[in-house]
T-cell receptor, first 113, second 111 residues
Framework: DAGITQSPRHKVTETGTPVTLRCHQT?????MYWYRQDPGHGLRLIHY???????DKGEVSDGYSVSRSKTEDFLLTLESATSSQTSVYFC????????????FGPGTRLTVT | RKEVEQDPGPFNVPEGATVAFNCTYS??????FFWYRQDCRKEPKLLMS???SGNEDGRFTAQLNRASQYISLLIRDSKLSDSATYLC????????????FGAGTRLAVHP
């Protein structure tokens, strides 16, 4: 299994509070991704990173920001959590760009009340 | 129209059965195709890549039809442990390896 950890694994928070999720990898892969997964939807890309300090938006980026100050860490911040952001969040990594398979972390289950 | 479409199932099959899943994609420029497996409340895991000529990995066979923009996964001799959701995944051409995930097809194998 790829060396990817996510923290926390579970979190309950209140509407309006900021939340930061962490993804940590030990594979030294260049590319990192944040997805959310909701019933009836495929995994949807929030943000991705193609190197330290290099990030870009995915298809559902509103309300989220990211940072990558080291190769191994990719942080996802919900600036002001809303109930619509209740979801399971997965981090993924890949070694190469176009065509490369991605490997996923164990996920963070976030509930916003 | 969704970029990647799959029959959500569930497919309920007995052990030993052969089952096939289909997937269609909308972007004719897509170059990379995968099947992932996801167990309940777990992360997706790569099952196999799908190559133009078709490929096999043990009991699993993947086929690609570019003309019809169609991908399939065949599982032979189903095991109880094959029960999971199978995700069809296609890359979005251009940009930094964005993958588009289907919503998944659920398989339940019973004794």
């Amino acid at each position: 299994d790829a060396g990817i950890t996510q923290s926390p694994r579970h979190k309950v928070t209140e509407t309006g509070t900021p939340v930061t999720l962490r993804c940590h990898q030990t594979e030294n892969h260049r590319y990192m991704y944040w997805y959310r997964q909701d019933p009836g939807h495929g995994l949807r890309l929030i943000h991705y990173s193609y190197g330290v300090k290099d990030t870009d938006k995915g298809e559902v980026s509103d309300g989220y920001s990211v940072s990558r100050s080291k190769t191994e860490d990719f942080l996802l911040t919900l600036e002001s959590a809303t109930s619509s952001q209740t979801s399971v969040y997965f981090c993924a990594i890949s070694e190469r760009t176009v065509g490369a398979e991605q490997y996923f972390g164990p996920g963070t289950r976030l509930t916003v009340t | 129209r969704k970029e990647v479409e799959q029959d959500p199932g569930p497919f309920n099959v007995p052990e030993g059965a052969t089952v096939a899943f289909n997937c269609t994609y909308s972007n004719s420029a897509s170059q990379s195709f995968f099947w992932y497996r996801q167990d309940c409340r777990k992360e997706p895991k790569l099952l196999m890549s799908v190559y133009s000529s078709g490929n096999e990995d043990g009991r699993f066979t993947a086929q690609l039809n570019r003309a019809s923009q169609y991908i399939s996964l065949l599982i032979r001799d189903s095991k109880l442990s094959d029960s999971a959701t199978y995700l069809c995944v296609v890359n979005k051409s251009g940009g930094y390896n964005k993958l588009i995930f289907g919503a998944g097809t659920r398989l339940a194998v019973h004794p």
